[in-house]
Structure formats: C-alpha cells, structure tokens
C-alpha cells in the first residue's frame, strides 16, 4: 500500500472519529481514533522518508487518546455552559469567560498570575488561546475559536449589567460567572478580564482585538463596549478569552 493511501485512509478514520464525537459516541470514535493511529504507525515505520508523515494528525489523534477516559467529563462541562448568540445562526457561545480549571484540563497549563480554579484564565496570548480553541474542537468535534467583533456584540446586547471594574473589583478578577447574566444570558462580557478576539481578514497580523474592558476599567468606560487593540504576543494578567463553537450541520 502506498504512503498517500495510507494517509487518505487515517484521515478518513480521522473524519468518521469527528462526527462520532460530536454526537457524542465516544466508543465507536475511540476505535476510529485507534484505527487511525495504527494506519499512521505503519506509514512511518514503512515509508520513514515520505512526504505523507502526518505530524499534525499524529499529534490530534495522541490528544485525543490521552484524554479518552475524561472526554465525556470535558464534554459535559463545555456543552453546559454554551448557550445560543442572538442573532447569529448555528453559533454557541461560552457563557462566562473560560475559566482556569477547564483551561489546564484542556492544555495541562495554567499561565494566569491571577490563580484560582474558578477565576477567569489570564496572562494568555492570542497564539495560547487559539490553541486552546484547537484543543476544544478535537474534543467537541466541532470548529471551536475566539469570536468576532459582531458577535460579541450581538451577545452583550442592551445596557450594562452589574460588572467587576475598578469601583467593584477590588483591584483583582473574580470568579466567573459570580454575577447575574446579561439579557442574553452572558457574564462578564463586560469587566473582570477582557477578551481576546478573532482580528478581520484585513487587519493587521501582529495584533488582534481586545473586547470588553476589565476589572482595571471604571464602569462609565465599559458603558461605550470598549473595543481596543493589543499585540498578539502580549500576556496581561487583565487580558482572557471566551470561545464560540460553531454547531455543524452532520
């Protein structure tokens, strides 16, 4: 068997544990994802030269076999917090700001320098947030990523909620989701750490948006949605993420 029919038929297998795991059949996609692997350990073992050595899925489908026996925990947690963007059709969004504890149960790290199980993650880059988002979808089975200026906005809404700013805060975080939601059902869209967005396709490439203002802000500036712009490399201990996932139509 060739190398390219070898690595057409793991990243069929590849597809297949993908569609199983957003429906949520664990099992059967466990045996896919395995499969799948075995195809690639052949692909190595008999063509160590070929152009086909898959490093990118070889590293997806060992993600997925480590975490095999906290998948269906991992899933329950994300899908209980997702809730629908007014406005915009087949999009869930986090609830609250992805907080430490399912950070470092997705990437096994934790870079926030504000530390606390439930706070909001912190000090994390635009590149560190995309690999969560990447991490998330191989496990929801689903495109996961940051969101896009409207649609932040089509989730904040009317009015400003209550908020952690500079009056409320106590010059620190706070745990997510320890205010009333919005009207739409989002906390903390507004104060406590601002959010990392996805930039337009025409954007600068060494900066991104950063949405909401944070627990540093007064409450009079977060009454404009602030919108700002910081360079993807920065790591601000008032800088965080939430994530959208993108539900597909299998």
């Not at 199980?117 to 880059?125: I, R």
């Not at 969101?147 to 932040?152: D, K, L, Q, S």
């Amino acid at each position: 068997m060739l190398a390219q029919e070898l690595m057409e038929m793991a990243a069929a297998l590849d597809r297949e544990a993908g569609r199983l795991i957003f429906k949520r059949q664990l099992v059967a996609a466990a045996a896919q994802i395995d499969r799948a692997a075995m195809l690639l350990d052949q692909l190595g073992r008999e063509y160590p030269k070929s152009r086909a050595q898959p490093g990118a899925l070889k590293i997806k489908l060992a993600y997925l076999h480590l975490r095999r026996n906290v998948h269906a925990a991992l899933q329950d947690r994300v899908y209980a917090q997702l809730i629908p963007v007014p406005g915009e059709k087949n999009l869930l969004m986090l609830r609250t700001e992805v907080p430490q504890e399912l950070y470092t149960r997705v990437l096994n790290t934790n870079p926030s320098r504000n530390t606390g199980g439930n706070l909001p993650v912190d000090s994390v880059d635009w590149a560190e947030a995309q690999e969560f988002c990447q991490r998330m979808s191989w496990l929801l089975g689903a495109p996961v990523r940051l969101p896009h200026e409207g649609e932040y906005r089509h989730a904040v809404g009317e009015g400003v909620p209550d908020a952690w700013t500079a009056e409320s805060s106590g010059g620190r975080t706070r745990d997510t989701g320890s205010l009333p939601a919005n009207t739409n059902g989002f906390c903390d869209l507004l104060g406590n750490v601002a959010e990392w967005l996805l930039p337009g396709a025409t954007e600068a490439t060494a900066e991104a948006p950063v949405a909401g203002g944070s627990y540093l802000d007064a409450l009079a500036a977060l009454q404009t949605v602030p919108v700002g712009r910081a360079e993807k490399a920065v790591r601000a201990r008032h800088i965080g993420f939430r994530v959208v996932v993108e539900y597909p139509l299998h």
